[in-house]
């Protein structure tokens, strides 16, 4: 027989779990995974536009929470593990589409999953002398003077990448569209040179940043790697 107090506890626990930000958390996930499923059907165009959806819709469930007094832990991790989450789908559709360079790509993977796993390993090891964690060195040094932290340039740091990553899968559908229903439909309004230029243009502004902060987050890395051998 259930305890009031138990019956409570589930009560609220479900609560949580659908209230309105967590709710906008669950459609991300389904539209993550209905992404997944155009692109493995080679519907390229479909899955750059759930992925963009997915990604808008994080903008407001953080508002949603603050406005709606909805704060929670398990918002917390649906907003870290998420993003996580539509990266790795990201690099990795990217890494097939554009083969040349699925070292690259996959390498984000990698780095993004060393980085979000050593704050896990961190918080498990039993010592409670973690001084060694702490303190300047020359990478986090450069790291912190780096343009990563800019206030006048950190949207373009948080989202110069993703738009980076949705006009190459856009590129790409462009420059392998075999039956020219879209680029017919295209140069009804622009000519594809403009197109063309067009993506050019954002790819080489939006790149330069998503390089930067591959540069900054292996830089990064590499001062949490040392941090660890200091503390044998």
């Given amino acids: 027989m259930t305890t009031p107090n138990a019956t409570n506890i589930n009560v609220n626990g479900w609560s949580v779990v659908f209230n309105v930000p967590n709710t906008l958390c669950w459609i991300r996930i389904v539209l993550m995974f209905v992404s997944i499923r155009y692109f493995g059907q080679q519907k390229y165009l479909l899955f750059a536009i759930y992925h963009t959806v997915s990604g808008f819709l994080d903008s407001f469930d953080g508002i949603l929470a603050r406005s709606l007094n909805q704060k929670s832990l398990l918002g917390e991790y649906f907003e870290f593990i998420l993003d996580k989450y539509a990266h790795f789908i990201m690099y990795a559709c990217i890494g097939l589409l554009y083969q040349s360079y699925i070292v690259y790509f996959f390498f984000e993977i990698a780095l993004e999953l060393w980085t979000t796993m ?53 590129r790409y559908i462009l420059i392998n569209d075999n039956k020219k229903n879209l680029t017919r439909h295209i140069q009804r309004y622009i000519s594809l040179d403009r197109v063309y230029l067009i993506l050019k243009c954002i790819l080489i502004f939006t790149g330069f940043f998503a390089i930067l902060r591959t540069l900054i987050t292996s830089c990064f890395l590499f001062d949490n790697l040392y941090r660890l051998g200091r503390g044998n």
């Fill in 118 to 170: 050593f704050d896990s390993h961190i918080r498990a090891i039993s010592r409670t002398d973690k001084s060694w964690l702490h303190g300047p060195t020359f990478l986090s040094t450069t790291c912190s003077v780096s343009i990563y932290h800019s206030p006048n340039l950190r949207l373009l740091n948080w989202y110069g990448p993703d738009i980076f990553h949705t006009v190459l899968v856009l």
